[in-house]
């Protein structure tokens, strides 16, 4: 079975904060995506990569930034948190296109 | 890639089959159709996808009508674990722009006891 796991499930971090949302998957897969996902906006896609090192800005990359130094692991990085970064944040790792999600990490910034 | 369009929500008694249509008239000859679902507060689930034939694995049935303009989800024997949003896309064989996922609305399975 694939894994993909996240690194908080919930988390609350302060407005200006940074804050860094792991991602790890354990079936070898070179495409990974970071989205977010709001209720009647659907899912949005932040990031991607391709591979270790290479990234690729999605729909909606203002205000994060992403580092993939091994290829079982993609980080999202929002460099000064705000408020309308409150979201729920969905790793996916990708096999042809069947793409495995991680259960989610529900950010609230205060 | 093509649209697609599913009913808001479905019923379905628990150890029953659920049916779930989706209808996607504009697809094209090489876009797939691809099945997701998501249970409340987890990340979406692969469940089955296929182009023309009908498909099955241990989730689920894919029945996809001959000119290719409907499909139905079915879960065989529905049990309370299977209430979710199940969304219905459309993906061109040559692969998403950037792979990514876009989901609609869906539709919102309520398996009662």
């Known amino acids: 079975d694939v894994k993909v796991t996240q690194s908080s499930r919930y988390l609350v971090k302060r407005t200006g904060e940074k804050v860094f949302l792991e991602c790890v998957q354990d079936?070898?897969?070179?495409?990974m995506f970071w989205y977010r996902q709001d209720p009647g906006l659907g899912l949005r896609l932040i990031y991607f990569s391709y591979d270790v090192k290479m990234k690729e800005k999605g729909d909606i990359p203002e205000g994060y930034s992403v580092s993939r130094e091994k290829k079982e692991r993609f980080s999202l990085i929002l460099e000064s948190a705000s408020t309308n970064q409150t979201s729920m944040y969905l790793c996916a790792s990708r096999y042809r296109d069947e793409q495995y999600f991680g259960p989610g990490t529900r950010l609230t910034v205060t | 890639d093509a649209k697609t369009t599913q009913p808001p929500s479905m019923d379905c008694a628990e150890g029953r089959a659920a049916n779930l249509p989706c209808n996607h008239s504009t697809i094209s000859g090489n876009e797939y159709v691809y099945w997701y679902r998501q249970i409340h507060s987890q990340g979406p689930q692969y469940i089955i996808h296929?182009?023309?034939n009908n498909e099955t694995n241990e989730m689920a049935s894919l029945i996809i009508t001959e000119d290719r303009k409907s499909s139905t989800l079915i879960l065989p024997h529905a049990t309370l674990r299977d209430t979710a949003v199940y969304y219905c896309i459309v993906i061109n064989a040559g692969g998403t722009s950037y792979g990514k996922l876009t989901f609609g609305q869906g539709t919102i399975l309520t398996v009662h006891p």
């Open positions: 079936m070898d897969h070179e495409n």
């Open positions: 296929g182009l023309k």
